[in-house]
């Protein structure tokens, strides 16, 4: 069943949210959870069916921020992401015995990525991307400083990317390890998945300002987007009682260096 609360609405996948009423989508169902990914997702399941990849409090307050944000992100510069929303899991579910441990899932508000029919993007199918969207997949996980797209010929990698069987069009995941505290640019531009885009986009003057307008043109919405953020997001605890150490205002400190001296250095 869906609750409705005076929230913002998310818009159409690419749209700027806008406030007003929402219908928010409950989780009913805790199919199992995921044995691949860092955070080991849980699979769930709506009222209507639509089977998501959920990360809950267990997966860390800034893996739910960072999905969220670089989504919304990525949805607006372009990238091909796949469908994701904000759905609640009710106080309920997590009472009910269904033999797994729902402590890592939590009540509340949390971040959740539609299940999609893809397949695992490999070496030999790099070329069949557009180099125009293999150059902006790039340079927005430069711009937030996503490390999670490594790979290589000789030693392979999980770039959390894939292709859609039948057209074959790309389909972007998995935005957690964003606002990479440690992140090398070096290393980064040696082993993400498109590096050898790097130096159409690095050595191009032209292309780097037309990057950072658009960086600039969606950081203009940020106080609309920020908005979008439950605030059980902003603790650690199920109480809202203990502050994050990495919260909004850390990621748009990260988001507003593209227009900084320094930041096309390699």
Same mark, same amino acid.
């Given at each position: 069943?869906?609750?409705?609360?005076?929230?913002?609405?998310?818009?159409? *996948?690419?749209?700027?949210?806008?406030?007003?009423?929402?219908?928010?989508?409950?989780?009913?169902?805790?199919?199992?959870?995921?044995?691949?990914?860092? %955070?080991?997702?849980?699979?769930?399941?709506?009222?209507?069916?639509? %089977?998501?990849?959920?990360?809950?409090?267990?997966?860390?307050?800034?893996? =739910?921020?960072?999905?969220?944000?670089?989504?919304?992100?990525?949805?607006?510069?372009?990238?091909?992401?796949?469908?994701?929303?904000?759905?609640?899991?009710?106080?309920?579910?997590?009472?009910?015995?269904?033999?797994?441990?729902?402590?890592?899932?939590?009540?509340?508000?949390?971040?959740?990525?539609?299940?999609?029919?893809?397949?695992?993007? %490999?070496?030999?199918?790099?070329?069949?991307?557009?180099?125009?969207?293999?150059?902006?997949?790039?340079?927005?996980?430069?711009?937030?400083?996503? *490390?999670?797209?490594?790979?290589?010929?000789?030693?392979?990698?999980?770039?959390?990317?894939?292709?859609?069987?039948? *057209?074959?069009?790309?389909?972007?995941?998995?935005?957690?390890?964003?606002?990479?505290?440690?992140?090398?640019?070096?290393?980064?531009?040696?082993?993400?998945?498109?590096?050898?885009?790097?130096?159409?986009?690095?050595?191009?003057?032209?292309?780097?300002?037309?990057?950072?307008?658009?960086?600039?043109?969606?950081?203009?919405?940020?106080?609309?987007?920020?908005?979008?953020?439950?605030?059980?997001?902003?603790? %650690?605890?199920?109480?809202?009682?203990?502050?994050?150490?990495?919260?909004?205002?850390?990621?748009?400190?990260?988001?507003? =260096?593209?227009?900084?001296?320094?930041?096309?250095?390699?």
């Amino acid at each position: 069943m869906m609750r409705v609360e005076n929230w913002l609405s998310y818009g159409a *996948s690419g749209s700027l949210p806008v406030e007003g009423w929402l219908l928010v989508v409950q989780i009913t169902e805790v199919v199992r959870r995921a044995e691949q990914g860092v %955070t080991r997702p849980f699979i769930c399941r709506d009222d209507e069916g639509v %089977t998501y990849f959920v990360k809950g409090i267990g997966a860390g307050r800034k893996s =739910q921020l960072s999905e969220w944000l670089c989504g919304k992100f990525a949805e607006a510069i372009g990238l091909p992401v796949a469908p994701f929303k904000i759905v609640e899991v009710p106080e309920e579910l997590l009472e009910f015995d269904n033999g797994m441990d729902l402590s890592d899932l939590g009540s509340g508000p949390v971040f959740a990525s539609e299940k999609q029919e893809v397949i695992e993007l %490999t070496g030999a199918a790099i070329d069949e991307i557009p180099d125009e969207v293999q150059r902006d997949v790039l340079v927005f996980d430069w711009w937030v400083r996503n *490390s999670d797209r490594m790979f290589s010929t000789e030693n392979g990698g999980n770039p959390n990317l894939f292709l859609r069987p039948r *057209s074959h069009e790309l389909v972007v995941i998995d935005h957690n390890q964003a606002f990479d505290e440690d992140f090398s640019p070096e290393e980064f531009l040696e082993y993400h998945i498109f590096a050898h885009q790097a130096e159409g986009v690095f050595g191009d003057m032209f292309r780097r300002d037309a990057y950072n307008s658009r960086f600039a043109s969606i950081l203009d919405q940020w106080d609309v987007i920020r908005r979008t953020v439950p605030p059980e997001w902003g603790y %650690t605890d199920p109480e809202m009682t203990v502050p994050v150490s990495f919260g909004l205002e850390d990621a748009y400190r990260v988001l507003s =260096q593209h227009d900084q001296v320094g930041f096309w250095d390699r």
